[in-house]
């Protein structure tokens, strides 16, 4: 059983940056593959980035150069640093286990003005 909670979400304005960290719990977290998901009102919930177990990572066309996804394995926690955030970044992000049925609850992220 793995346990995920997002936070670090918020209202931010164009151009500012967020992090969102997501902690999980059980002693095998560093043997998954770790994902960050986004849904926006209206729409299917699409791929953000992804991290290997061994750090390898890939990112969603929209978000590269602007986001990265990082994990620190001591801590059971993957990070999600969002810069240069724009109105279509506004979405719930969860974090997820790969190949699993592990989802977080979702943090919710505002890009307005």
């Known amino acids: 059983q793995v346990q995920l909670v997002e936070s670090g979400g918020g209202l931010v304005q164009p151009g500012g940056s967020l992090r969102l960290s997501c902690a999980a719990s059980g002693r095998i977290f560093s043997f998954y593959d770790m994902g960050w998901y986004r849904q926006a009102p209206g729409k299917v919930r699409e791929l953000v980035a992804i991290i290997t177990n061994s750090g390898t990572t890939n990112y969603a066309d929209s978000v590269k150069g602007r986001f990265t996804i990082a994990r620190d394995n001591a801590e059971n926690t993957v990070y999600l640093q969002m810069n240069s955030l724009k109105p279509e970044d506004t979405a719930v992000y969860y974090c997820?286990?790969?190949?699993?049925?592990?989802w977080g609850q979702g943090t919710q992220v505002t890009v307005s003005s």
């Open positions: 997820h286990a790969q190949y699993t049925g592990y």
